[in-house]
């Protein structure tokens, strides 16, 4: 199968699940819609390779899945600690007022005052919200000064005013001084 060139980490393979061969993948979303439609996974242990979903299911917090080829518990936990990625044109088409947090990394942070705020870097959760991590970005002539400390946004309409994914930004009421 030929590699996709749009790949996106969506999670990671955590363990055996049962004596059959599934496996229990910890997804970095909290609904795991990609994992749940899409019926070809990609992972990188021992070496990237696709592997076909035959059954998948919620767990906990977990998804659980039987995979084409994966049998027994040992083949299951040999793949324990893999990068479970899926292409990103296989995601679920999101409404216009949701976002996966693969398209907004890499976004510019600006404030209503139109200051650069930096660049999202990565995102978390705390549970009942998503939260930007904002890098400052770094000024080359700014040789030696101190480098601003990185921002915890959490992504909510309180604060998140616009997000533009064509101009690549997204506009905050969140102060410098914050």
């Known amino acids: 199968m ?11 393979v955590s363990g055996a699940y049962g004596v059959a061969g599934w496996v229990r993948v910890t997804p970095f979303s ?8 899409v019926k070809t ?5 021992p070496n990237l390779r696709d592997l076909e979903v ?3 299911k919620l767990h906990g917090g977990d998804v659980v899945a039987q ?17 479970v990625q899926v292409p990103r044109s296989h995601f679920p088409t999101l409404s216009a007022d949701e976002f996966y947090w693969s398209d907004l990394i890499g976004l510019t942070v600006q404030n209503l005052q139109g200051e650069c705020l930096g660049q999202v870097s990565d995102m978390m959760s705390n549970g009942p919200q998503s939260i930007l991590r904002i ?11 101190e480098k601003a400390p990185e921002r915890l946004i959490p992504f909510v ?9 064509t101009a690549r930004t997204i506009t905050v009421d969140w102060g410098l001084d914050y």
């Open 2 to 12: 030929k590699l996709p060139d749009d790949l996106v980490q969506v999670g990671y």
């Open 30 to 37: 909290d609904d795991a819609d990609a994992l749940l439609s």
């Open 41 to 45: 996974w990609w992972f990188d242990k």
């Open 54 to 56: 035959k059954q998948v």
């Open 67 to 83: 995979l084409l080829g994966v049998v027994g518990r040992d083949a299951a936990e040999a793949l324990k600690g893999a990068a």
């Open 135 to 145: 890098a400052p970005l770094v000024d080359p002539a700014a040789d030696g000064a």
């Open 157 to 165: 309409g309180q604060f998140v005013i616009n997000v533009d994914k």
